[in-house]
């Protein structure tokens, strides 16, 4: 019964940064994988990064690797998606979720989403 709140998007400019919170509270965390997704208007959910519980392993997609960086803070039940040299194709609503069983990396997570963060980055 975790609950996770993405925050910190916003309006930023081509070649910006943003960094991107996600809080978890109500149940357990220290113990699943946490992953970063998004989703573009018109496309499918994109899983973008994903950390292991004790942060020593982390993935990339393609699109985001050598400029997206996944942290996370177990003692504060938090994770930091730090987005670096934004493009306008990464416009889009972001989401963080927990995966139901796996403490390596995200591959099931849970049903619920909550609202996301928009991030929209102009040209």
């Known amino acids: 019964q975790v609950q996770l709140v993405a925050s910190g998007g916003g309006l930023v400019q081509a070649g910006g940064s943003l960094r991107l919170s996600c809080a978890a509270s109500?149940?357990?965390?220290?113990?699943?994988?946490v992953g970063w997704f998004r989703q573009a208007p018109g496309k499918e959910r994109e899983t973008i990064a994903s950390i292991s519980w004790d942060g020593l392993y982390a993935v990339y997609a393609d699109s985001v690797k050598g400029r997206f960086t996944i942290y996370r803070d177990n003692a504060e039940k938090t994770s930091y998606l730090y987005m670096g040299s934004l493009k306008p194709e990464d416009t889009a609503v972001y989401y963080c979720?927990?995966?139901?069983?796996?403490?390596?990396?995200?591959?099931?997570?849970?049903?619920?989403w909550g609202q996301g963060t928009q991030v929209t980055v102009s040209s």
């Open positions: 979720n927990i995966d139901k069983f796996s403490g390596v990396r995200i591959s099931q997570p849970y049903d619920y």
């Open positions: 109500g149940g357990t965390f220290d113990s699943h994988a």
